[in-house]
């Protein structure tokens, strides 16, 4: 297998060598790798280097080195780093999981109904006071619920879990993300046999974005990997990033393990690493690559906010108004407007959608009628209302509106059941189906300008436009909903009347909402660039607008000024500005809404977070 890793990528930094030198006294280690570190670098040439030290041998014993990661876009990155080289196991952690466990149907099913369920129902009681409330009745039932799923598990021979899995269903055998990590949690740290097959199969496993795994996945995997030698476990990761509930944090290798820092970082320019140090006391970085000569900045631009004048602490329309167009002023300013190589950076969805105009689509998909997985869906763009818009409608009307029609071509051969090359027209001429298309067309931005989202998907499905699901023609079939919804009758069917409300509103909404989720916006949520890097990076901290009282960034900024916060918000807060901070290669602005500037700024510098001439007003 050849190697893919660049001559660049092998300039071996201190921390790169402890490693090596631990992989060769198959010694376990933990690596603290700070923001634009080169993590992922350090561990792909780790992997390189078993790859040379053991490759042969472990392929000879059908042994795999294992590297679990968080994601599948980062499954592809490392697997593409290491040539797909079959030696290695590179998987998410769920899938990694499933895959060590979903044989052992016994101590699946003992797992859930001596520990994993009891757990669950202990945590509902301890919601029921008693009493007659809402919560209180809800976590009865739910009581309830799970003890009859424990009864329900005896019948179960077989269990199933897909990434798609949000939900049990225990009558059915049907696991959810959370029941894989807390059943092999469980599974692993008490199973000796389970913990020699995986240890045999993978001497060597590597855990990705360690911070964000779960803490009994560490727990378990550091029973696993305890005893000297064989397996190793290695952990790759950054406490201060990580912005995920639930999660391990700060992680550690087993006892006896080695503790390695990298220092390096290869991203930020030297104002913004300066800044990122003061951030936290683990880890001092410096410039180590082509950053070190970048003439960079750090901007802290203070706000006056307004003293909210909507009930629950919020803004009113007018006031989120100016709190806008104060934003678009401080870019224009800046000549920052509508510039490829700046990222806008935002804490919640709802201020983005406010300003690129998606405001009722963003209500309607996380309001009454959407359940955490419609709201999961929206927020990936994988809702099956969605989606039709997203890969093929929307893209055929702006394609037609321009005249391309190369790209309208292109989207109807691979999405449209009329115009698949194989499919029932295929002995039509190319003109037949030009003539076609151009009459499907114009019927169609004819309806995207005078129709609701609703008839122009009837429209799609008679026309066969693109592929539709079966929940998606039964929806768009059925008769509208008349019934009043009535939270406690219909929370099961509430997904119709989101439907219907949906397929109400017009198109004036969705081109703004498909043109955010296809990145082709420069605004992000500050949870949602994690991993990524830009020249220009602006960060806009309003707690009044955001109204998310996780996090608050007066109160962990500025508690002097602002009051002090609880403990856990201030320090999920910290975290989240760090992450924000460090996307920024060249330039960062940091637009900060505080009811003190003044006051503001001199507990900032006198912080030793920012100097004085890195602070300004603006009205």
């Known amino acids: 297998m050849p190697n893919t890793i660049s001559k660049k990528e092998l300039m071996l930094t201190e921390a790169d060598n402890r490693i090596r030198e631990c992989l060769d006294q198959k010694l376990s280690f933990s690596v603290i790798a700070g923001a634009g570190s080169?993590?992922?670098?350090?561990?792909?040439?780790?992997?390189?280097?078993?790859?040379?030290t053991y490759g042969k041998e472990f392929r000879r014993d059908g042994k795999q080195i294992a590297c679990i990661?968080?994601?599948?876009?980062?499954?592809?990155?490392?697997?593409?780093?290491?040539?797909?080289?079959?030696?290695?196991?590179?998987?998410?952690?769920?899938?990694?999981?499933?895959?060590?466990?979903?044989?052992?149907?016994?101590?699946?099913?003992?797992s859930l109904q001596e520990i994993v369920i009891p757990s669950l129902i202990e945590k509902q009681r301890e919601k029921d006071n008693g009493g007659n409330s809402q919560k209180a009745l809800a976590a009865r039932e739910k009581v309830h619920s799970l003890a009859q799923n424990i009864e329900v598990l005896e019948a179960i021979d077989r269990f199933h879990y897909d990434d798609t899995s949000q939900f049990s269903n225990y009558a059915e055998g049907k696991l959810s993300h959370d029941d894989v990590i807390a059943?092999?949690?469980?599974?692993?740290?008490?199973?000796?046999?389970?913990?020699?097959?995986?240890?045999?199969?993978?001497?060597?496993?590597?855990?990705?974005?360690?911070?964000?795994?779960?803490?009994?996945?560490?727990?378990?995997?550091?029973?696993?990997?305890?005893?000297?030698?064989?397996?190793?476990?290695?952990?790759?990761?950054?406490?201060?990033?990580?912005?995920?509930?639930?999660?391990?944090?700060d992680f550690h290798a087993p006892v006896g393990s080695s503790l390695i820092t990298k220092e390096e970082n290869f991203r930020c320019s030297p104002e913004v690493i300066t800044l990122l140090n003061e951030f936290r006391s683990?880890?001092?970085?410096?410039?180590?690559?082509?950053?070190?000569?970048?003439?960079?900045?750090?901007?802290?631009?203070?706000?006056?906010?307004?003293?909210?004048?909507?009930?629950?602490?919020?803004?009113?329309?007018?006031q989120l108004d100016r709190v806008a167009y104060k934003f678009d002023e401080l870019l224009d300013n800046w000549g920052w407007k509508d510039q490829e190589n700046v990222k806008l950076l935002f804490l919640v969805r709802q201020m983005i959608a406010r300003r690129l105009g998606f405001v009722e689509i963003h209500k309607l998909f996380t309001g009454e009628y959407a359940s955490s997985r419609a709201k999961e869906d929206y927020e990936s763009g994988s809702h099956a209302l969605l989606k039709?818009?997203?890969?093929?409608?929307?893209?055929?009307?702006?394609?037609?509106?321009?005249?391309?029609?190369?790209?309208?071509?292109?989207?109807?051969?691979?999405?449209?059941?009329?115009f698949d090359p194989e499919g029932e027209n295929s002995t039509k001429t190319l003109k037949e189906m030009l003539a076609l298309a151009e009459t499907q067309l114009s019927k169609l931005a004819n309806?995207?300008?005078?129709?609701?989202?609703?008839?122009?998907?009837?429209?799609?499905?008679?026309?066969?436009?693109?592929?539709?699901?079966?929940?998606?023609?039964?929806?768009?079939?059925?008769?509208?909903?008349?019934?009043?919804?009535d939270k406690k009758l219909h929370s099961i069917e509430k997904g119709r009347w989101l439907a219907d409300s949906f397929f109400d509103m017009d198109t004036s909404e969705i081109s703004s909402y498909i043109d955010f989720i296809s990145d082709n916006t420069p605004f992000s949520t500050q949870h949602g660039v994690k991993g990524e890097e830009y020249s220009n990076v602006v960060v806009l901290f309003d707690d009044i607008e955001a109204s998310w009282h996780n996090?608050?960034?007066?109160?962990?900024?500025?508690?002097?000024?602002?009051?002090?916060?609880?403990?856990?918000?201030?320090?999920?807060?910290?975290?989240?500005?760090?992450?924000?901070?460090?996307?920024?290669?060249?330039?960062?602005?940091?637009?900060?809404?505080?009811?003190?500037?003044?006051?503001?700024?001199?507990?900032?510098?006198?912080?030793?977070?920012f100097s004085d001439d890195q602070i300004s007003f603006f009205d």
Not at 82 to 93: E, I, K, R
Not at 189 to 210: H, M, T, W
Not at 213 to 237: H, Q, S
């Open 388 to 418: 039709p818009f997203i890969r093929v409608l929307c893209p055929l009307v702006k394609s037609y509106n321009e005249g391309d029609i190369r790209s309208v071509m292109d989207i109807l051969r691979n999405h449209s059941p009329t």
């Open 282 to 318: 683990d880890v001092e970085q410096y410039p180590a690559g082509e950053n070190t000569n970048v003439k960079g900045s750090v901007e802290l631009i203070l706000v006056q906010a307004e003293a909210p004048g909507a009930p629950r602490n919020r803004y009113t329309n007018d």
């Open 69 to 110: 990661t968080f994601t599948n876009r980062a499954v592809d990155v490392i697997s593409g780093r290491l040539g797909w080289d079959d030696l290695y196991l590179v998987s998410t952690l769920h899938s990694f999981l499933w895959s060590a466990i979903k044989r052992f149907s016994k101590e699946i099913r003992i």
């Open 447 to 485: 309806l995207w300008l005078n129709e609701n989202l609703g008839n122009i998907l009837r429209f799609a499905r008679d026309e066969e436009l693109c592929e539709f699901s079966e929940r998606l023609i039964e929806e768009v079939s059925r008769a509208p909903m008349t019934e009043d919804y």
């Open 38 to 52: 080169g993590k992922t670098t350090s561990l792909v040439s780790s992997l390189d280097y078993l790859r040379e």
């Open 183 to 249: 059943i092999s949690g469980v599974m692993i740290s008490e199973n000796e046999i389970l913990r020699k097959i995986i240890g045999q199969k993978y001497p060597f496993i590597f855990v990705d974005e360690a911070q964000d795994t779960f803490n009994e996945i560490v727990k378990a995997l550091n029973i696993l990997c305890g005893e000297d030698g064989f397996p190793v476990v290695g952990y790759f990761g950054d406490p201060m990033q990580q912005i995920y509930d639930k999660r391990a944090g």
């Open 551 to 609: 996090y608050s960034f007066t109160k962990s900024l500025t508690p002097a000024t602002s009051g002090e916060g609880k403990e856990e918000q201030v320090e999920r807060t910290r975290r989240l500005a760090y992450v924000c901070f460090s996307r920024a290669e060249v330039n960062l602005k940091i637009v900060f809404y505080t009811p003190d500037p003044n006051a503001a700024k001199k507990e900032l510098v006198g912080a030793g977070l």
